[in-house]
């Protein structure tokens, strides 16, 4: 038997990214030598083993054989006669499917290190068609890499095209859906993963209420960049750099401006109500993909509040109190500096705003933290009880905010 090292490993070092040896492939072996060899089997649909000492992932190498429509539709092969170069050609990319073995030679049949250099994400084989997962791991590898120059191969392109149109990704189940999409809104430049997805027709699909924002003009005295998809490009990226690897506050980026594909056309470019009018296609989204309870709840805030948030400084005290209550932002702190921060990328992911300060963020948790620190002990204290503990607490926390507001 022969362990090689594949995948992400090997890709991030010929990219100079720090990360460690994660995954092998092992050739020439069988589930019952591995397990005689001390691996610990984890694999529940093919043979996956952890290393006895070092816990890394050891798969057998294996073929794979479409069966039925969709990701699960798959049968595996595997034993001592798939050869790596078997395993590689089932691989998505041709930059994930390069391995290495003990002594650094690297065993390369697709050209993976020459897309490397040429900064190109190019499938591996047609057979990439055959797992629409594949179209929203192009998308997330792209939002992690195009910081690098990375671009799509225009034939990959072409075939997620090609597929989109055939219905794939109409077998995608949500939990798969979800789980790649919060990944993407974990890299760096998540706007790019939206801007393929839409290139290849997916986003129309997947997330129809995004699609919609595309084409939408806004008011260019707010907005210079015009159109509302571009603008949440540009949002979600400004998320991205304000708090790198939160996928909360990108899915609050993604989902703030559904509302606006909704306005009349005759109110054009102005968008009235548009934060009471996004909250049933976000209910739509998060149903449809089962999103968590959490993330739900903020998108739902930051769409309502945002515009709240941006004119805060004008509203009164009880006002911003009751901003506040409408978050739970009494007991759930967190919350906050989230909607914050949700805010501050909304105004900056702007053409030409980008370097703006935005003083809001910064007054609401000051008014958010001068609040908190009234509790009910404070009224209990004061021989309060009942309903007249809330009603003092309200008060209370109204005039802590005034005082703050007038500190300086
Ligand atoms: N759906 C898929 N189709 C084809 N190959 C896949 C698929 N999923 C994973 N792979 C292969 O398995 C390897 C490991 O997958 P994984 O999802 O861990 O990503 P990775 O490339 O290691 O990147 P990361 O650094 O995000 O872990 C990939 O590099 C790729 O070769």
Not at 17 to 43: C, H, I, K, N, Y
Not at 217 to 226: I, K, M
Not at 235 to 247: E, Q
Not at 249 to 277: M, N, Q, R, V, Y
Request: hydrophobic share 45%; glycine share 8%; charged share 25%.
């Amino acid at each position: 038997m022969k362990a090689y090292r594949v995948g992400g490993a090997v890709r991030d070092r010929l990219l100079g990214l720090p990360g460690g040896d994660r995954d092998w492939v092992v050739v020439g072996s069988t589930p019952e030598e591995m397990v005689r060899a001390g691996f610990l089997p984890v694999g529940k649909d093919f043979p996956v083993f952890l290393h006895p000492a070092t816990k890394e992932e050891h798969a057998l190498a294996r073929t794979e054989r479409k069966t039925a429509p969709g990701y699960r539709g798959f049968t595996f092969h595997a034993d001592a006669s798939v050869t790596l170069e078997d395993d590689l050609a089932r691989r998505d990319f041709t930059i994930n499917a390069i391995a290495e073995d003990d002594e650094g030679v690297l065993t390369d049949p697709f050209g993976g290190r020459a897309d490397i250099e040429a900064r190109v994400l190019r499938h591996v084989s047609p057979a990439f068609a055959e797992d629409p997962v594949r179209i929203l791991r192009a998308a997330r590898f792209l939002a992690r890499f195009a910081p690098l120059g990375f671009t799509v191969a225009p034939e990959t392109l072409a075939l997620m095209r090609g597929m989109v149109a055939a219905g794939e990704v109409d077998h995608l189940v949500p939990e798969r859906v979800w789980q790649e999409l919060k990944k993407a809104l974990e890299m760096p430049r998540p706007s790019a993963a939206i801007a393929l997805l839409r290139e290849c027709g997916a986003l129309a699909k997947l997330l129809p209420e995004v699609d919609a924002l595309y084409g939408v003009p806004q008011r260019p005295e707010y907005h210079p960049e015009v159109d509302t998809g571009v603008h949440v490009q540009m949002v979600l990226d400004m998320a991205a750099r304000l708090a790198p690897g939160d996928a909360l506050l990108g899915f609050c980026a993604l989902t703030h401006d559904l509302g606006k594909a909704l306005t009349p056309k005759a109110e054009l470019p102005k968008h009235i109500g548009h934060e009471h009018s996004g909250v049933r296609p976000l209910r739509a989204v998060c149903a449809r993909y089962k999103v968590p309870a959490e993330f739900a709840a903020m998108a739902e805030i930051v769409c309502r509040e945002h515009l709240n948030v941006h004119r805060l400084a004008e509203l009164r005290p009880e006002t911003v109190h009751d901003l506040i209550a409408r978050c739970d932002g009494f007991r759930k702190p967190e919350r906050i500096p989230l909607l914050a921060l949700a805010c501050e990328a909304d105004k900056r992911g702007r053409l030409g705003r980008e370097e703006e300060p935005y003083p809001p963020g910064a007054l609401l948790l000051r008014l958010h933290v001068a609040a908190q620190a009234i509790s009910a002990g404070h009224a209990v204290a004061n021989g309060l009880q009942g309903p007249a503990v809330g009603e003092w607490l309200r008060k209370a926390r109204i005039a802590a905010i005034e005082s703050e507001k007038h500190r300086d």
